[in-house]
């Protein structure tokens, strides 16, 4: 099924984080899926992220030339972001074991890759010429790795998406505010007029 890569998809903070939240739902397995399960979302997914995460690009543009065959890889750094920060916000500290495997997925992203990066103000390289989707997703996922950043990391209550909390107090609590966030609120309605109604048909 064709995704439609919306604004939604994209609250994460940063293209790593966005890559790992195209798994749906990870906390019910009975409910999950895999936006990649056809690899030509990725392609899809990575000229949306172009546009959405343009600021954290600087510009460059993101170059996917054979979806299927990438697809390994972007996998594996995507489980391995997943699996690292994830464990960072529920513990307060990142695990050496899932460190090393974030090494090596970003490894074999970058394998391959001829261009330059981190040159300042431009640390995807010059926005001149694309760049490959699973390296700039390798040097997304490696920035995550600032102090200051994963002090930064949540876990959405509602989806259980990964975001970064840019707030002033550190204070946000959803991944999306008009998305995850209405819905708590309307279920937490839901569930406060249903407890009303169970009493008032106990008390007639």
């Not at 995704?3 to 293209?15: A, E, I, N, Q």
């Not at 065959?69 to 529920?90: C, K, N, Q, S, Y």
């Not at 500290?93 to 981190?118: F, K, M, P, Q």
Request: glycine share 6%; charged share 25%.
């Amino acid at each position: 099924m064709t995704v439609s890569w919306t604004p939604h998809r994209f609250t994460g903070g940063l293209l790593a984080l966005d890559t790992a939240n195209t798994v749906v739902l990870r906390a019910d397995p009975e409910r999950t899926f895999d936006r990649f399960d056809d690899p030509r979302e990725i392609a899809r997914f990575a000229d949306a992220a172009s546009g959405f995460r343009a600021a954290e690009l600087g510009g460059r543009r993101l170059a996917v030339s054979a979806p299927t065959a990438i697809a390994p890889v972007v996998l594996a750094i995507r489980e391995a972001t997943d699996r690292l920060f994830r464990h960072a916000v529920l513990r307060g500290a990142v695990a050496t074991d899932h460190l090393s495997g974030l090494l090596g997925a970003c490894a074999g992203g970058l394998a391959g890759s001829r261009t330059e990066i981190a040159t300042p103000g431009k640390p995807f390289g010059d926005p001149a010429t694309p760049i490959a989707f699973e390296a700039a997703l390798a040097v997304s996922a490696l920035s995550l790795l600032r102090e200051d950043t994963v002090a930064r990391l949540r876990i959405c209550p509602n989806c259980s998406w990964l975001f970064v909390d840019r707030s002033r107090n550190s204070s946000r609590l959803w991944c999306d505010m008009a998305v995850c966030g209405n819905r708590q609120k309307a279920s937490r309605h839901y569930r406060r007029r249903r407890a009303a109604n169970e009493v008032n048909n106990v008390q007639d």
